[in-house]
């Protein structure tokens, strides 16, 4: 069955380390998100693709990166982790349509920067 | 003003009644409406959708739409424990979904 995958599921670091998070789809959708969901602040995009080599900033992208060397991979890191990125990340994907736009998550990665 | 407003709740119902999740949204420019159902520890679960005004049914939810005041209603009938979760509101301009901070529902046996 077709699926969104994340990993880890699970990561401490330490302030200042570059850190990596992995989303992989099966779907072939052309659309990835990545978003962050902290208490009080419900769910927060972070950086969007559109396709392909296609990358853009959402509301809260300071300090994160994301690139798009295929369908089915949106890879988000954060250059110097900070405490304030501690937070529970999600990946989302969508087909290309503009109307049937329905996104679908994966598990989430917990991510604790001490 | 939140581009997305929901009453954060906690709703309590009871078992086998009806619950009444309510959202109003401030871009007059969104096409299309989901609601998600998040379990604590999980991810957002896609579980309505609708896209013109009017009620819209699938099992025990209906959503209810209405651009004009811009608001979109969740309503769970006969709701069970197994309904307690948050309840996300997501209006969307193209491909694009803001969510709202969800309403946490909590159904008594």
């Known amino acids: 069955d077709a699926e969104i995958t994340q990993s880890p599921r699970h990561k401490i670091t330490e302030t200042g380390r570059q850190v990596t998070l992995a989303c992989h789809q099966t779907w072939n959708h052309n659309n990835m998100f990545w978003y962050r969901q902290d208490l009080g602040h419900g769910l927060r995009l972070i950086h969007y693709s559109y396709g392909v080599q296609d990358t853009n900033k959402g509301e809260v992208s300071d300090g994160y990166s994301v690139s798009r060397s295929n369908t089915e991979d949106l890879p988000l890191t954060l250059e110097s982790a900070a405490s304030s990125q501690t937070s529970v990340y999600f990946c989302?994907?969508?087909?290309?349509?503009?109307?049937?736009?329905?996104?679908?998550f994966g598990p989430g990665t917990r991510l604790t920067v001490l | 003003q939140k581009e997305v407003e929901q009453n954060s709740g906690p709703l309590s119902v009871p078992e086998g009644a009806i619950a009444s999740l309510n959202c109003t949204y401030s871009?007059?420019?969104?096409?299309?409406f989901f609601w998600y159902r998040q379990y604590s520890g999980k991810s957002p679960e896609l579980i309505m959708s609708i896209y013109s005004n009017g009620d819209k049914e699938d099992g025990r939810f209906t959503a209810q739409l209405n651009k004009a005041s811009q608001y979109v209603s969740l309503l769970i009938r006969d709701s069970q424990p197994s309904d307690s979760a948050t309840y996300l509101c997501?209006?969307?301009?193209?491909?694009?979904?803001?969510f709202g901070s969800g309403t946490r529902l909590q159904v008594q046996p």
């Open positions: 997501a209006p969307a301009r193209g491909r694009a979904l803001t």
């Open positions: 871009d007059r420019g969104s096409q299309s």
């Open positions: 989302a994907s969508s087909e290309g349509s503009v109307t049937y736009n329905e996104q679908f």
